[in-house]
């Protein structure tokens, strides 16, 4: 794991998908292909109850089984730990 952050800022000030589609056509398509190559887990952390969202390229899959294991969240719980500001990015190598 390379980095771990706290998510920045206020979550309601994130640029929505109208931001995507005023990006160029260029950005747009380096974006999807960038998105392709990318795999996640999203869930909550057994110790500190925190949203812990697993980010890395697909060839590190085999790195996140390594990782302790995430407890699955449901929507709701997702959208509490957004406006409580208790959601962690984890860059996995």
Same mark, same amino acid.
Do not use: C, Y
């Given at each position: @794991?390379?980095? @771990? /952050?706290? $998510?920045?800022?206020?979550? =309601?000030?994130?640029? *929505? %998908?109208?931001?995507?589609? +005023?990006? %160029?056509?260029? $950005?747009?398509? #380096?974006?999807d =292909?960038?998105?392709?190559?990318?795999?996640?887990?999203?869930g909550? *952390?057994? +110790? %500190? *109850?925190d949203?812990?969202?697993?980010?890395?390229? #697909?060839?590190? /899959?085999?790195?996140? =089984?390594?990782?302790?294991?995430?407890? %699955? #969240?449901?929507?709701?719980? $997702?959208? =509490?730990?957004?406006?409580?500001?208790?959601?962690?990015?984890?860059?996995?190598?």
């Amino acid at each position: @794991m390379a980095g @771990m /952050t706290d $998510l920045p800022g206020d979550p =309601a000030e994130l640029p *929505d %998908s109208s931001a995507l589609e +005023a990006a %160029s056509p260029e $950005l747009a398509r #380096a974006l999807d =292909a960038l998105g392709g190559q990318l795999v996640w887990r999203i869930g909550k *952390d057994e +110790a %500190s *109850d925190d949203v812990v969202v697993r980010l890395g390229f #697909a060839s590190a /899959t085999p790195r996140f =089984a390594h990782l302790p294991r995430l407890r %699955s #969240a449901g929507d709701a719980e $997702l959208q =509490a730990a957004l406006a409580e500001n208790r959601v962690v990015i984890e860059w996995v190598d």
